[in-house]
């Protein structure tokens, strides 16, 4: 099994995404993150859930978290306006995590060992050619889990 029999399509935005929008993508489709990527279509970072999670809870409540019970839901609701209009470049963290990159013809046990070291849930599969070097596609931590217990 080689990567880029494991790679599948996977969302992504850019660094000028709307915020909102890629906080919408994750909802929406359950992801623990999504893939950022340049200009170019090449993997730059992946920008986690949580991070967006972050950026909604305002910097006074996490430094004193009883002031969240304080906070009625109608408030709450306007925590989501902090996102809107903000491109995706400005929401990364500052310790950007850089996507893990894999060559198409890796081993599933080389995916796997790339993904233990970056502890990374992705891992993006680029085709490295300099005259073509495009993204294939992802390979997820729970996708490389069910094809190696489909194995045994």
Known sequence: MRARDLAVEYPSVSLDSDTLDAARLLADRHLPGVLVLKEDGTPHAILPASRLVKLLVPDYVIEDPTLAA???ERHADRLC???SGRPVRDALPKERQIPPVCDPDDTALEVAALMARERSPL???VNKDKADARLLGVITAAHLLERLLGVT
């Open 70 to 72: 304080v906070v009625d």
């Open 123 to 125: 891992v993006a599969v």
């Open 81 to 83: 306006r902090a996102l």
